[in-house]
């Protein structure tokens, strides 16, 4: 299988979810997915922000749980990248002021190339946010509201000053990505743990095996109201479902057919908006080693709920966030799942 192959294999699910590393194919598919890729300046947007002058809430614990490994802050992490992944809530009708991004996932690829971490950050998780201009005076509150407040470019400058990591590139698609490309594929097989009902839209997923059809897919990844752990349970359904497209693609050989690698690519392109600098043929190259199985899950450690001006928001914990935030700033995190686990997206809520 090509390089630019292995590479799509592994990062399709996070392009059509969340919209992860973007990859590059060959020849004339490689032109296509160029034309067809959306483009800002997200990053040079967000580094002409005014700073953020309130210290970093997690430095202290940062600096603890590294001194505790014997690893030095900041470490030579080497070429290991992060990519910031926002999957974006933008209905017909609504204003900038109320598009959301009800998922955020932070995809760090270590040095080597050899695994790639997703770390999703719920929508709720109460963190610092700077004061944005007749909108939000400063303070903590619901990190989505980042996004709300100023777009891709603060969400980058707040998840940076939370987890001290740069924020190498960013990449955005909106939901309706998720229904295209599970269509495209054939859709995708998930197992749910308990029967639940999604109030929103009425639908019942039953406990055990299900088909998801693009539709389904859509609905089964967003649900939140009527998970038993809301939002908690909403970021392990989107986990599963990217490591169970991954697994669908690899097992189609939709790779190795230039009509239907077309119509993947097509589907792909055609959701995402990345920042103007991602290199594409680049990122393909240093990702070349990755298989399905090299993708990890995490989610941001809680201990319980806050009361915020936006209302309940997931308490962070100080030291579970500080090592986490450690091994990703020291490129350390396959010891960190080796310590604390992986989530196996083998089953959804």
Request: charged content about 20%.
């Amino acid at each position: 299988m090509p390089r630019w192959g292995k590479v799509l294999t592994v990062l399709c699910a996070l392009l059509a979810l969340v919209a992860g590393p973007v990859v590059v194919t060959s020849g004339v598919l490689a032109y296509r997915f160029n034309d067809l890729i959306g483009r800002d300046d997200v990053l040079a947007d967000a580094a002409a922000l005014p700073p953020i002058t309130a210290p970093p809430e997690y430095q202290s614990w940062i600096r603890k749980s590294a001194r505790s490994s014997s690893v030095d802050l900041p470490a030579a992490a080497g070429h290991a990248r992060n990519f910031l992944v926002l999957g974006v809530d933008t209905r017909k009708g609504w204003t900038a002021a109320q598009s959301r991004s009800d998922t955020i996932m932070l995809v760090h690829v270590d040095g080597d190339g050899s695994d790639a971490s997703v770390v999703s950050i719920p929508r709720d998780s109460y963190v610092y946010i700077p004061p944005v201009a007749g909108k939000w005076a400063g303070g903590k509150t619901k990190i989505n509201a980042a996004y709300a407040w100023g777009g891709a470019p603060l969400m980058v400058q707040v998840v940076s000053h939370l987890t001290g990591v740069t924020i190498d590139n960013v990449v955005r698609v909106d939901f309706a990505g998720v229904r295209r490309i599970t269509d495209v594929v054939g859709g995708v097989d998930v197992r749910v743990a308990r029967t639940v009902r999604d109030k929103r839209t009425g639908v019942t997923f039953r406990a055990g095996r299900h088909h998801l059809d693009g539709r389904m897919a859509e609905v089964y990844v967003r649900q939140r109201y009527g998970l038993p752990n809301g939002d908690f349970d909403r970021v392990k359904r989107q986990q599963q479902y990217l490591r169970a497209l991954a697994e669908k693609v690899t097992s189609l050989g939709v790779l190795a057919h230039p009509l239907k690698m077309d119509e993947f690519v097509t589907a792909i392109a055609g959701s995402l908006v990345v920042d103007s600098g991602m290199n594409l043929a680049g990122v393909a190259r240093d990702l070349s080693g990755l298989r399905p199985d090299d993708l990890s899950f995490t989610t941001l450690p809680s201990d319980g709920y806050v009361r915020s001006a936006a209302g309940t928001a997931n308490r962070l914990v100080p030291e579970a966030c500080g090592e986490l935030f450690a091994a990703l700033l020291t490129d350390t995190m396959d010891a960190y799942f080796a310590k604390n686990g992986s989530f196996a997206g083998s089953s959804g809520a």
